[in-house]
Nanobody, 115 residues
Framework: QVQLVESGGGLVQAGGSLRLSCAAS????????MGWYRQAPGKQRELVAS???????NYADSVKGRFTISRDNGKYTVFLQMNSLRPEGTAVYSC?????????WGKGTLVIVSS
C-alpha cells in the first residue's frame, strides 16, 4: 500500500501563488509516476500535472506556463508550484501515485482562488 499526504492548500487571491506538496510513504519502491488532479465543484476530475520517476512531465493545457511539477531527490515527494492562479482554479487538488499498475490517491487539499 502507498499512503499519500497532501499539504499547502488554502485561500489565495487571483494572480497569487501556492505550492502544494505530496509525500508518499509505505510501499514506495516501484512507484513509477506521481501527479496532481483537481476537481472543481460540479465538474469532473481532471489531470493537472504528472511526473514520471524518470522526470518526464505532463501538464494540462490550461496550466502550462503557470504551474510547475517537481520532485525531491528521493523522488517520492512531489510539489506543484502554482503561479498566476485564476478563480477557475478553485478545486480540491488530489495527489496520485501509480505503482505496479495500481493507482493510489491522497485525501486532497482545497484551493480557493478569490477574484
Amino acid at each position: 500500500q502507498v499512503q499519500l499526504v497532501e499539504s499547502g492548500g488554502g485561500l489565495v487571491q487571483a494572480g497569487g501563488s501556492l505550492r502544494l506538496s505530496c509525500a508518499a510513504s509505505g510501499s514506495i519502491l516501484g512507484i513509477n509516476a506521481m501527479g496532481w488532479y483537481r476537481q472543481a465543484p460540479g465538474k469532473q476530475r481532471e489531470l493537472v500535472a504528472s511526473i514520471t520517476i524518470g522526470g518526464m512531465t505532463n501538464y494540462a493545457d490550461s496550466v502550462k506556463g503557470r504551474f510547475t511539477i517537481s520532485r525531491d531527490n528521493g523522488k517520492y515527494t512531489v510539489f506543484l508550484q502554482m503561479n498566476s492562479l485564476r478563480p477557475e482554479g478553485t478545486a480540491v487538488y488530489s495527489c496520485t501515485a501509480v505503482r505496479v499498475g495500481m493507482d493510489y490517491w491522497g485525501k486532497g487539499t482545497l484551493v480557493i482562488v478569490s477574484s
